[in-house]
């Protein structure tokens, strides 16, 4: 469980370093919330996370069932695997930079979660990796933007593929974003769902407790889809994932 104030993606002997400080804490369930360590101000902190952390909650079931269901599976598949979701929020801030060209805002990367449901303050920075060219993800004001995370790519077979993003610093503006990470609890079990494998679809992962790759993803060099194409099978690393 990783929590707390600073930088969090630092670990690799890159010296090229994010241009971001995060504030990273849970916010469900009940046992996973450590509120006394919260920021007290501003005094209104507590109930809206604690709100907004539900609102997402209920977007993230939605979200989830739609998903299953585009797998062919039951609409609760995914939801009742994950059962009691861990919700964690990270809270992003970029300072302008005076020289944007010489940092990564957040360097590529691809979230470690199921799904993630990220809220921006309306300003550019955010970008995704498509083949070998990265896109400015436009912000629109109120808008959500859904991430689907590695754990869902394992669990659908490579269906679902997690987007590789990252986010670059601006010179005259800072940025804030606001990012809910939704995973399995540390002892659910993460493989391809049985019913998605078959001859001309053999499994193309290692399972994995969803704690143990918490700690691979943030305890190795995570840049881009590193800590994912660490559990590709053999017979798969020649497949185009
Ligand atoms: O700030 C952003 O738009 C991206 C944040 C992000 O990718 C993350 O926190 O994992
Ligand atoms: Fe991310």
Known sequence: ?????GRFFDISDDTVLDWVDALVHYISPEWAKAVEHWPKTPSTYRETYEKYGEEVMGLIEKLLGLLSEGLGLDPNYIRILIMEPLIQLRINYYPPCP??????????HSDGDMLTVLLDDGVDGLQVRKDEDWFTVPSVPGALIIN??????IISNGKYKSAEHRAVANTNQSRMSIVM??????????GAVPELIDEAHPRLYKAIKAGV???????????GKGPLDALLLEHAKQVNV
């Open 1 to 5: 469980m990783l929590e707390g104030y």
């Open 99 to 108: 020289q944007p060209d010489m940092v990564n805002g957040l360097k590529p």
């Open 148 to 153: 689907i995370g590695d754990l869902l790519q």
């Open 181 to 190: 990470f939704s995973s399995p609890q540390d002892d659910v079990l993460i």
């Open 213 to 223: 790759y918490g700690t691979v993803y943030m305890s190795e060099d995570n840049r």
